[in-house]
């Protein structure tokens, strides 16, 4: 669980023990869900809150998101089968219990009955097979691909069982369906879901706006009766830190998310307003990626890791709003993160390594947009320092529109937004495996990574799983295509009149327990 304060070390917590804590053969009893926190006063319903992003949902497809303004309204118009609570542990969502049989190879999912779409059907068995099943069409290339797991079949046991068949054990699957992808939607509608999103939700789509933003209201049918308070949600999207804070201050908004660290230190001490800096596993990774040249090479990729002094950098970008990181994908604290050294500034030897690369007088483009701060701060730092080993790095400052479909994944070089993971198969072996979506270079770290990666993820046991961990890292660590040189707590503020609200720690938002004050 991320803590609020500024000092930039998160704490150990549970969320590493996550497959550890499933037992493999028998069923899970249904807990109830989890609130935010304890009320302190009586909710009062109605109102309609006034989120805002530094950028617009960029797509209303669950399935399809990638922003995080569009995930967190991917979470408001749908439901996974599971969640996870404020101690990062498993609760029951749109399944009321489930069960592991076959070593974990198998997991069966007892669905919540009486629970309406939008467009007034019910949810059954046949919704969520065939969303998995839209979700692992290679065809479609969603970004949903693998997020209901290592799947090899979804199969309908009646109209309120599902039994999930892996292609390999996965001890995590409860937290992993908690994800933000992992989105249940009717087997009617799948085909609309780019312009016709209907879901489970708290809130329906009343309007959606491309690159200017979305209006949702009451879910009228909601499954949980008391749910939400809200009469609706309308997310904004304003850039500019001076606007943001501007907007809050003169009531424009309610909410403002995903903070820069400029803006939130100004508010923490405007009148009526509060603003919170949480301790999460969010990252900035500079990419190089592995499948294009100059980064084919593993030396070329080891050489750019020490060209930059970490410290000074989370300190010009965040202004202190973070903690060092170590070029691996799990935070300060995390259960699985092994003793590796950390990583500095080595500058002798990042030469070094170019020269046995055969590299010289090497021209780059590095690719970041201002609509996702502090990447334009890391992408000048980069360049800055590389000039000092003869690397000449020119500056991309472009809209993320244009990065999201001209950069991502087809560039050498750019730097890329990526929000905390729950669990190893997401963290590691989603992002790592060369055949995995989310391993953009589509390489492998080294030879032998992937059948470690495959071996992690089978693995039940949990100090075993520990210890295949620390291998992958101390690979992933020395030839990744990821640089993360810190990472960065999740900054936000909100009027005091919005009550029940706690910042998210995992990226996206919910706000059914959110209510409005007079």
């Given at each position: 669980m991320g803590a609020d304060n500024s000092n930039?070390?998160?704490?150990?917590?549970?969320?590493?023990?996550?497959?550890?804590?499933?037992?493999?053969?028998?069923a899970m009893a249904a807990a109830p869900i989890m609130r935010a926190h304890a009320q302190t006063a009586t909710p009062r319903k109605g109102g309609t809150?006034?989120?805002?992003?530094?950028?617009?949902?960029?797509?209303?497809?669950?399935?399809l998101t990638l922003s995080l303004s569009g995930q967190t309204l991917a979470g408001l118009l749908f439901e996974g089968l599971t969640d996870v609570d404020r101690q990062d542990l498993p609760v029951p969502r749109l399944a009321t219990s489930w069960r592991a049989e076959n070593g974990a190879r198998e997991w069966v999912f007892e669905l919540r009955?009486?629970?309406?779409?939008?467009?007034?059907?019910?949810?059954?068995?046949?919704?969520?097979v065939a969303t998995i099943e839209r979700s692992e069409d290679r065809s479609l290339s969603l970004r949903s691909r693998g997020a209901f797991g290592p799947v090899k079949e979804a199969k309908a046991e009646g109209p309120h069982r599902v039994r999930i068949v892996l292609n390999q054990p996965c001890s995590e699957m409860p937290a992993l369906l908690a994800n933000r992808w992992a989105k249940i939607a009717p087997h009617d509608r799948l085909a609309a879901l780019p312009t016709q999103p209907v879901g489970t939700g708290p809130f329906r789509l009343k309007e959606f706006q491309p690159g200017v933003g979305a209006t949702l209201e009451r879910h009228q049918n909601y499954w949980m009766p008391d749910r939400p308070y809200l009469d609706g949600i309308r997310i904004t999207a304003i850039a500019e830190?001076?606007?943001q804070q501007s907007a809050l201050r003169s009531n424009a908004v309610d909410i403002l998310e995903m903070l820069a660290s400029e803006a939130i230190l100004p508010l923490r001490r405007a009148p009526n307003v509060?603003?919170?800096?949480?301790?999460?596993?969010?990252?900035?990774?500079i990419f190089t990626q592995a499948n294009q040249a100059p980064f084919t090479n593993p030396k070329v990729r080891e050489a750019f890791k020490y060209i930059l002094n970490r410290r000074p950098l989370l300190m010009t970008s965040l202004l202190g709003e973070g903690s060092i990181a170590n070029d691996v994908t799990l935070p300060p604290g995390n259960a699985y993160l092994p003793p590796i050294p950390q990583r500095d500034q080595d500058l002798p030897r990042a030469r070094r390594l170019l020269a046995e690369a055969g590299v010289s007088n090497l021209s780059l483009e590095c690719f970041c947009?201002?609509?996702?701060?502090?990447?334009?701060?890391?992408?000048?730092?980069?360049?800055?320092?590389?000039?000092?080993?003869g690397v000449n790095i020119t500056v991309r400052d472009i809209p993320y529109t244009d990065y999201v479909a001209t950069v991502a994944r087809k560039k050498p070089l750019y730097i890329s937004q990526w929000n905390d993971r729950l669990t190893l198969y997401e963290s590691l072996y989603q992002i790592f495996h060369s055949k995995q979506p989310f391993n953009y270079g589509g390489t492998e770290v080294e030879p032998g990574t992937d059948a470690l990666?495959?071996?992690?993820?089978?693995?039940?046991?949990?100090?075993?799983?520990?210890?295949?961990?620390?291998?992958?890292?101390?690979?992933?660590?020395?030839?990744?295509?990821?640089?993360?040189?810190?990472?960065m707590n999740y900054m936000c503020a909100q009027s005091n009149r919005v009550q029940n609200y706690n910042p998210p720690l995992h990226g996206a938002s919910d706000y059914r327990d959110v209510w409005l004050s007079a």
């Open positions: 930039g070390v998160p704490p150990v917590t549970r969320r590493g023990l996550l497959g550890g804590a499933m037992a493999l053969g028998g809150l006034r989120v805002n992003y530094p950028g617009a949902p960029d797509s209303i497809d669950p399935h009955q009486g629970v309406k779409f939008h467009h007034g059907t019910e949810m059954t068995s046949r919704d969520v830190p001076i606007a509060k603003a919170h800096s949480v301790t999460v596993g969010q990252y900035y990774a947009s201002s609509q996702r701060q502090p990447s334009p701060k890391m992408a000048l730092a980069l360049k800055e320092e590389a000039a000092k080993i990666l495959e071996n992690l993820i089978a693995e039940v046991d949990f100090e075993k799983r520990k210890a295949l961990a620390a291998q992958a890292m101390e690979r992933i660590h020395r030839s990744s295509e990821r640089i993360i040189p810190f990472f």
